[in-house]
């Protein structure tokens, strides 16, 4: 995959990076941590600059981010509630737990799109709750874009200061994504015992 994004980059270069980052952010496994430092790279092997290369990284990412968001839209908290009321027994989720959670996105849901966008894999997939809660346009827009630049404008960076190397980028980004997702891993877990110990001492109290 890696020999493909590059040479296509090479080929189309600021159109072919806009369109490998907008298939980025909606086909996660095409990998954010080559496009963008290759982009770099590309900085002091040809006419292109660092500033055109970040216009066409974020032009690309917000495109696609724009597209979950209005997938998520079409989803929507209640469409998504009607289905876990029908089949969420299964796997102990009811509607008002869909309720908490929308309610827990409208109250931090801006500052978590600000973040995650700088995650790799869930900087891609926020946009859809995000979506699904009906967070406003143009603050999804504003806190996406912010995100964005800061996690295009480093690895850019970084591409451009390697030049040659810019490949070892990667296995650091791999060792950041790993911990990332551990920390993320052991947060849902210990949400989830606190969340099912609650619904216990609940279910003890009403018995």
Not at 56 to 65: F, K, M, R, V, Y
Not at 151 to 174: F, H, K, T, V
Not at 190 to 197: A, E
């Amino acid at each position: 995959m890696k020999t493909w994004i590059t040479d296509f980059m090479e080929q189309f270069g600021y159109a072919g990076i806009l369109l490998m980052l907008a298939l980025e952010n909606i086909f996660p496994p095409i990998p954010s941590e080559i496009i963008l430092p290759f982009g770099g790279f590309m900085t002091t092997t040809s006419d292109m600059t660092i500033t055109g290369v970040l216009i066409a990284a974020t032009a690309g990412s917000l495109l696609g981010a724009v597209v979950l968001y209005w997938i998520g839209r079409m989803l929507d908290v209640s469409r998504l509630e009607r289905i876990v009321e029908r089949w969420g027994g299964w796997i102990r989720i009811s509607g008002k737990d869909i309720r908490r959670a929308d309610a827990w996105f409208d109250k931090y849901g801006y500052w978590t799109v600000l973040f995650c966008r700088m995650i790799p894999l869930v900087r891609s997939l926020i946009s859809i709750p995000a979506g699904m809660s009906g967070m406003k346009f143009g603050h999804f827009l504003l806190f996406t874009t912010i995100g964005t630049l800061a996690w295009n404008l480093l690895l850019i960076l970084l591409g451009a200061a390697l030049g040659e190397s810019w490949e070892d980028i990667a296995g650091y980004m791999d060792t950041y994504s790993n911990i990332v997702y551990v920390l993320l891993a052991a947060g849902v877990l210990i949400l989830g015992l606190l969340y099912f110990r609650r619904r216990q001492t609940a279910g003890k109290a009403r018995g």
